[in-house]
């Protein structure tokens, strides 16, 4: 296939997967890694090497762990029990099928009601889910964050200083 074709669907994938970092159901990050790996292969690893591509993984797996992590450590941040971090990380992925609000709504309850069995505190267990609600968002600014950097490195590696013109 022309190299045209692969550079096109890079850019969907890149896209696609920059969109996924805050929208829930779409793929995030690692999209983004495989979408710049595909502009490393057609340019034969001329522009963007290996060394570029390594530290592109390594921030698509951090903002891959922001998924998982940001609600719970916000439960935590806020004084909640082990069972308000297990019941935020459960919310999280329940919320995933409920979309954006989900995303915020699933982790306050989950670590509302897990707060709630382990200290049966209604205030203790309100402030672990606002906690979680708040770990939610402000995982997904870092996760927006390193998904930007991920681009930066990236059209440094393709087009900065020493760098042909680009594809």
Do not use: C, H
Not at 11 to 40: D, E, F, H, K, S
Not at 67 to 91: E, M, N, P, T, W
Not at 97 to 106: A, D, E, F, K, T
């Amino acid at each position: 296939m022309a190299p045209e074709f692969w550079y096109a669907l890079a850019t969907v994938m890149i896209v696609v997967g920059l969109a996924g970092t805050v929208l829930p159901l779409l793929p995030g990050a690692p999209v983004m890694w495989l979408g710049m790996l595909i502009v490393a292969w057609v340019g034969n690893f001329q522009r963007v090497g290996w060394i570029s591509l390594l530290i592109l993984g390594l921030l698509a797996a951090l903002t891959t762990a922001m998924d998982f992590l940001a609600s719970a450590l916000g439960a935590k941040g806020a004084g909640a029990s082990r069972y308000a971090f297990i019941g935020a990380s459960v919310g999280a992925l329940f919320g995933l099928l409920l979309g954006p609000l989900g995303l915020i709504v699933g982790p306050l309850i989950g670590a509302l009601a897990g707060e709630l069995i382990a200290s049966q505190n209604v205030e203790r267990a309100t402030r672990a889910g606002v906690g979680a609600a708040f770990g939610y968002i402000l995982g997904s600014v870092v996760k927006l964050a390193l998904a930007f950097i991920m681009l930066g490195v990236f059209a440094i590696a393709l087009w900065g200083p020493g760098s042909p013109s680009g594809p």
